[in-house]
């Protein structure tokens, strides 16, 4: 029987703050998981705040970027199974009540506007369908987008039994 790879893929869509990002490349390295940027940036990637909010991990977590929305939609690679999550406080699903898939995408937007319109309408009609997904929040607008990549990547991680952390991801060695 052949066992499958679990893959954990984290895309953040226009970021603003590199120190965010330099976080959620630290949290995409301890969950094995890979990690995707579309632009705009708010910062340039050689940034010294997203070096060291990274502390040393940027060089080895190799995020792939995209140009742009439509760029993301052509070039990103979609399995047949694969499955895709958007994060918002709009959400109808509350992330810890999900199932996740073993090819799982989640999408973030930036600090400020959450993931634009124009994202999603870029590219029609998506190659999956897109299940919206919230973390329940009680006298706060938001939650700082590292904190919130991290309150989903560990989720999956414990619904895969903490499995992604001891797979290998293409050019990483344990």
């Known amino acids: 029987m052949t066992e499958s790879r679990k893959r954990l893929r984290i895309v953040l869509v226009a970021p603003r703050i590199a120190a965010n990002v330099g976080n959620i490349a630290r949290s995409a390295e301890a ?6 940027l579309v632009r705009p940036l708010g910062f340039f990637l050689g940034s010294s705040k997203l070096k060291r909010s990274s502390v040393g991990y940027w060089d080895s977590v190799e995020p792939a970027v995209y140009n742009d929305a439509a760029d993301f939609w052509s070039r990103f690679s ?7 999550l958007w994060a918002t406080k709009f959400g ?3 992330y810890s009540e999900v199932t996740y898939s073993d090819d799982l995408v989640l999408i973030f937007g930036n600090e400020e506007e959450g993931i634009p ?3 999603f309408q870029s590219f029609q009609p998506l190659p999956r369908p897109v299940v919206a997904c919230r973390i329940p929040m009680a006298g706060v607008r938001c939650l700082n987008l590292a904190t919130s990549v991290g309150v989903f990547g560990f989720e999956v991680a414990r619904q ?3 499995e992604i952390m001891t797979s290998n991801r293409v050019g990483y060695e344990n």
């Open 92 to 94: 109808d699903q509350i």
């Open 31 to 36: 969950l094995n998981a890979e990690l995707s």
């Open 117 to 119: 319109q124009e994202f």
């Open 78 to 84: 979609w399995g047949a199974t694969t499955q895709v």
């Open 160 to 162: 895969w039994g903490w």
